[in-house]
């Protein structure tokens, strides 16, 4: 199986900045899409940002021009690098991946989710 652990969430201030990290570890074949997506109580999960294999990348209106997100292939890793955060920004962050394990079958794997807060 395919196992994604998140690391880097936390408390801080508006204005601060908070760097996640994903790890992917398993029976990966290949990785395709990997991203970060946050829920709040109450509403919908929604994704924030998304890179491919080859590097493109899309984000959501909300987070333009203030997070970046970045992947290790040789790591199988993707980062997203959160700064000007907002308190608006608080939610629990996902990271998922859309993952090839050695039976050749493509499956989409979530992590467990880590908490970010900013306050005001």
């Known amino acids: 199986q395919v196992q994604l652990v998140e690391s880097g969430g936390g408390l801080v201030q508006a204005g601060g900045s908070l760097r996640l990290s994903c790890a992917a570890s398993?029976?990966?074949?290949?990785?395709?899409?990997m991203g970060w997506y946050r829920q709040v109580p109450g509403k919908q999960r929604e994704l924030v940002a998304r890179i491919t294999s080859s590097g493109t990348t899309n984000y959501a209106d909300s987070v333009k021009g203030r997070f970046t997100i970045s992947r290790d292939n040789a790591k199988n890793t993707v980062y997203l690098q959160m700064n000007s955060l907002k308190p608006e920004d608080t939610a629990v962050y996902y990271c998922a991946a859309v993952v090839r394990t050695a039976g050749s079958i493509w499956n989409d794997y979530w992590g467990q989710g880590t908490q970010v807060t900013v306050s005001s």
């Open positions: 398993g029976s990966i074949s290949s990785i395709n899409a």
